[in-house]
């Protein structure tokens, strides 16, 4: 048997020689196949703008289907999903012209999520395995505040306890 060439863009293998991999390339099953995947990499603002230029697609209006799928020359977008492109693209021209303001809005999320992820772990506080904060190791050094606020550590990320690890007497292996 055989080189097999596959194709990443139909997930196709086929012998791999001159013949059957022009035949492959300039088909229309592979060229379809390639479109479709540059497309998923498409800025909003081009979707738009395409969307905005083709009529809607009847059949997928009325059944929520169409047989030609991603190759259809009709649009499938509704209305709430053209807002919502027409939004992420506002959003994005935003972020370009003023970073600051972007930082801002990250920044506010993220203090949400540790906001409520405290509330969450005051809850559990009280089954928390770990022990207060500044508690030292069998090394002297102190642990930092931010490993002590985990509740949930696996075994291996705990710190030592405070008299350090017990001796284990020493097997040998094989």
Not at 152 to 172: F, I, N, Q
Request: hydrophobic share 30%; glycine share 6%; charged share 35%.
């Amino acid at each position: 048997m055989g080189k097999r060439y596959l194709c990443d863009y139909c997930d196709r293998s086929f012998q791999d020689n001159m013949h059957n991999r022009k035949k492959h390339l300039n088909g229309v099953q592979h060229h379809r196949a390639k479109k479709a995947w540059f497309d998923l990499f498409r800025d909003a603002a081009l979707i738009l703008a395409d969307e905005q230029a083709k009529k809607p697609c009847r059949k997928f209006l009325q059944t929520g289907q169409c047989v030609f799928g991603m190759n259809c020359r009709f649009s499938h977008l509704t209305e709430e999903d053209m807002e919502r492109l027409k939004e992420q693209i506002e959003e994005e021209r935003r972020a370009r012209e003023d970073p600051s303001e972007a930082r801002k809005s990250t920044e506010r999320s993220i203090e949400d999520w540790l906001a409520r992820r405290e509330k969450r772990s005051e809850a559990t506080d009280s089954s928390s395995i770990l022990q207060v904060e500044g508690a030292e190791s069998s090394f002297g050094s102190e642990l930092p505040a931010q490993f002590m606020s985990f509740p949930d550590l696996p075994a291996s990320l705990l710190p030592p306890p405070p008299g350090g690890w017990k001796d284990v007497p020493v097997t040998e292996w094989g």
